[in-house]
């Protein structure tokens, strides 16, 4: 079946730092895959996307490549702020419905 | 603003209670989808529906129960309260299935049973 796995959280960084979350998933087919945010007390935003192997989603400084030989989708971000402090989600849809992995708590501190 | 509206935003039932969920969009979003986000657990699909009068079950149904009389509204029913639905409760709707578009979410109901 169709499934995905993130990196454990929490995360915990320092102005300015590197970010990347891992997430891996299994499917069968040709997914889209996704990444949500959610801000505290906020439902879901979609961040990014990519519909096809090697594409590259990208929005607000984060991105996020379509692997298919690794079956992975990692955000990254090059210098993150206070502001992104939230729940990111990695998802993926087989065009029927979304399945999505546990989440990543990210706190960046000042 | 356009989007997905919950309400209400929090509610504590005790045991064998029951209570109604509202979800409401004003897309013109033929799917409709109810989510429950457990700590740790990520989301997990309850029930969802295609359009007006069509509806299904999703991963974790038991306990719940939807109606779809209008394409706007999409209310999820607890009819028997019951401490392990204590959750967040996310409505979602999409103009297609889950492919390019993604989903717009509501904020979410934070449900305590106790």
């Known amino acids: 079946g169709n499934s995905v796995t993130q990196m454990e959280g929490p995360v915990t960084l320092s102005e300015e730092a590197f970010l990347t979350i891992n997430c891996t998933y299994t499917a069968t087919g040709y997914p889209s895959l996704f990444w949500y945010v959610q801000y505290p007390g906020e439902g879901l935003q979609l961040l990014l996307k990519a519909t096809k192997a090697d594409d590259k989603g990208s929005n607000k400084g984060f991105e996020a490549t379509y692997r298919k030989e690794t079956t992975s989708f990692h955000l990254e971000k090059g210098s993150v702020q206070v502001s992104d402090s939230a729940v990111y989600f990695c998802a993926l849809s087989d065009g029927n419905q979304f399945y999505f992995g546990t989440g990543t708590s990210l706190t960046v501190i000042p | 603003n356009a989007g997905v509206t919950q309400t209400p935003k929090f509610r504590i039932l005790k045991i064998g209670q029951s209570m109604t969920l509202q979800c409401a969009q004003d897309?013109?979003?033929?799917?409709m989808y109810w989510y429950r986000q457990d700590p740790g657990m990520g989301l997990k699909l309850i029930y969802y529906?295609?359009?007006?009068?069509?509806?299904d079950k999703g991963e974790v149904p038991n306990g719940y129960n939807v109606s779809r009389s209008t394409t706007e509204d999409f209310p999820l029913r607890l009819e028997l309260a019951a401490p392990s639905q204590t959750s967040v409760y996310f409505c979602?709707?999409?103009?297609?299935?889950?492919?390019?578009?993604?989903?717009?979410f509501g904020s979410g109901t934070r449900l305590t049973v106790v």
């Open positions: 979602a709707s999409s103009y297609t299935p889950g492919t390019n578009y993604g989903y717009t």
């Open positions: 897309m013109n979003h033929n799917y």
């Open positions: 529906s295609v359009g007006a009068g069509i509806t």
